[in-house]
């Protein structure tokens, strides 16, 4: 078997001195979709922000692609292919949503799929009817898949998704399910927090469940 794409081992992470993490090991596979389960305040959120380098002090073994990143900075993470959905859909309001893509693009990277606006627009159909809208006047849903678009102009290996679900319309939940199994089937691999199982279901091969900031049980969904 080949080596795991993302592979954490004894990831603990603080906020301040508040201890939110402990002892995490976690890996993500090449093309494989992994979901971090668990309630409010369970430790998602706080795990991929570990993983991308946003919290200090934060200890363990991170490995992207072979490669230690643990000190590494979130810029330098994502030029290594490691692309990150925040939940907040931090859009630019004043730029239109082609603006916005065009901000996020980068080079074409060896081993992964490289992303264009068209290509973009067949998967997120709705981005495709307004290249010109302005992010500001966008729904909550259209600014989710913005967001997620423009960090696939930066032609990730790893997509970090944080609750792609919450708080969008029913039709805009199924458009992102049937985003994720696309992006799988392209060779991309993703890791998303979640609390809707049934959505969950749809688009993950297998999860992590967390409960106060701890791994208490791992394998399918079934």
């Not at 949503?97 to 997120?124: C, H, K, S, Y």
Request: charged share 20%; glycine share 12%.
């Amino acid at each position: 078997m080949s080596a795991p794409l993302l592979n954490a081992e004894g990831l603990n992470a603080f906020y301040g001195r508040a201890h939110i993490l402990f002892d995490l090991k976690l890996e993500v596979g090449r093309g494989e979709v992994v979901a971090l389960m668990g309630p409010n305040g369970a430790g998602k959120s706080t795990t991929l922000k570990a993983l991308m380098g946003l919290l200090e002090g934060t200890q363990g073994k991170v490995a992207f692609d072979g490669r230690d990143i643990l000190r590494l900075p979130p810029y330098k993470r994502a030029r290594l292919g490691l692309g990150f959905v925040p939940e907040d859909r931090r859009v630019f309001t004043e730029l239109s949503v082609m603006e916005n893509l065009e901000a996020g693009r980068q080079p074409p990277r060896p081993g992964a799929t490289t992303w264009t606006p068209d290509a973009l627009f067949e998967i997120f159909p709705n981005l495709g009817a307004m290249p010109k809208r302005l992010g500001g006047q966008m729904s909550g849903g259209e600014q989710q898949m913005l967001t997620i678009a423009r960090t696939l102009m930066g032609n990730p290996h790893l997509l970090l998704l944080d609750e792609p679900s919450e708080g969008v319309a029913p039709v805009i939940v199924e458009q992102m399910a049937a985003m994720i199994v696309k992006l799988k089937r392209a060779g991309m691999a993703v890791l998303l927090c979640e609390q809707n199982v049934h959505f969950a279901r749809l688009v993950s091969d297998r999860a992590y469940q967390l409960d106060h900031g701890r791994i208490v049980r791992e394998g399918g969904l079934d």
